[in-house]
């Protein structure tokens, strides 16, 4: 059982697995006969990028990418014995995890919304119609 986590309580989380993964997500710990189980929420797994730019520089980064990429689902159960080690996240490394979901969550809304432009949509008619429908009606 982890028992250096408090259990039943939401917060941000950073689990090592025994993969070699690292996952960032909202998490919540709970015991299930005598094993812990973490609910984990919107996970993402962390890459981490190194570049050599010139003779002797390097450019290290961070990024995250969704950690199941063909799944739909919010939510993931983590066992205790897939975990190798639990830790929350710093102020910093949270407000770039809530920045990374607000865009990806964005850009979802962008691409379900996007539609073929049609230049009738929207038009009850034209002109012309309309002018002789007033016309009729005016005239008795």
Not at 21 to 36: F, N, Y
Not at 91 to 101: F, G, I, P
Not at 105 to 120: H, L, V
């Amino acid at each position: 059982m982890i028992s250096y986590a408090k259990h039943d309580e939401e917060f941000y989380g950073i689990f090592k697995l025994l993969n070699g993964e690292e996952i960032l997500g909202k998490a919540v710990l709970t015991d299930d006969d005598g094993e812990t189980l973490c609910f984990i929420q919107d996970p993402v797994a962390v890459n981490f990028i190194t570049k050599e730019i010139d003779e002797g520089k390097i450019a290290r980064g961070i990024g995250f990418s969704k950690w199941m990429q063909l799944s739909d689902e919010e939510f993931f159960i983590i066992r205790e014995k897939d975990i190798l080690s639990v830790a929350s996240m710093s102020k910093e490394v949270t407000l770039m995890y809530e920045t990374y979901l607000l865009d990806d969550i964005s850009d979802e809304k962008k691409a379900a919304s996007k539609s073929d432009i049609n230049k009738t949509i929207g038009y009850l008619g034209n002109i012309e119609s309309a002018r002789s429908i007033f016309e009729k009606l005016y005239q008795s």
